[in-house]
Nanobody, 126 residues
Framework: QVQLVESGGGSVEAGGSLTLSCAAS????????VGWFRQAPGKEREGVSA????????YYADSVKGRFTISRDNAKNTVYLQMNSLKPEDTAMYYC???????????????????WGQGTQVTVSS
């Protein structure tokens, strides 16, 4: 199974920026797409953003549109989540996960994803 390792989390003040990375041990059809989810204490896990290699598509939750940017470096099998203008409500554990195919109707569904990383903590203070 493809191994996923998240990194880049940390503590920042509101308005600050962080870039999360999700590195896969290899590329395969099963990780053609990568999604980022987050879970705050006491809340359900929610989708944040996703990206597919082929066809090239990106998805964003309304709560992060205009602030977060997802991208991938295919040579490094790594997906990045650039997070700007962070807010205290962005505080959560962030997870990346892989999927074979994503479309607008399924990218937010956790069951769509076949493999999950261990998560990286993001804390935004006011």
């Amino acid at each position: 199974q493809v191994q996923l390792v998240e990194s880049g989390g940390g503590s920042v003040e509101a308005g600050g920026s962080l870039t999360l990375s999700c590195a896969a041990s290899e590329y395969s059809y099963s990780n053609n797409c990568v999604g980022w989810f987050r879970q705050a204490p006491g809340k359900e896990r929610e989708g944040v953003s996703a990206i597919c290699y082929g066809p090239s598509t990106t998805y964003y939750a309304d709560s992060v549109k205009g602030r977060f940017t997802i991208s991938r470096d295919n040579a490094k099998n790594t997906v990045y989540l650039q997070m700007n203008s962070l807010k205290p409500e962005d505080t959560a554990m962030y997870y990346c996960a892989t999927a074979t195919v994503l479309f607008s109707g399924n990218w937010l569904r956790q069951s769509t994803y076949n493999n999950w990383g261990q998560g990286t903590q993001v804390t935004v203070s006011s």
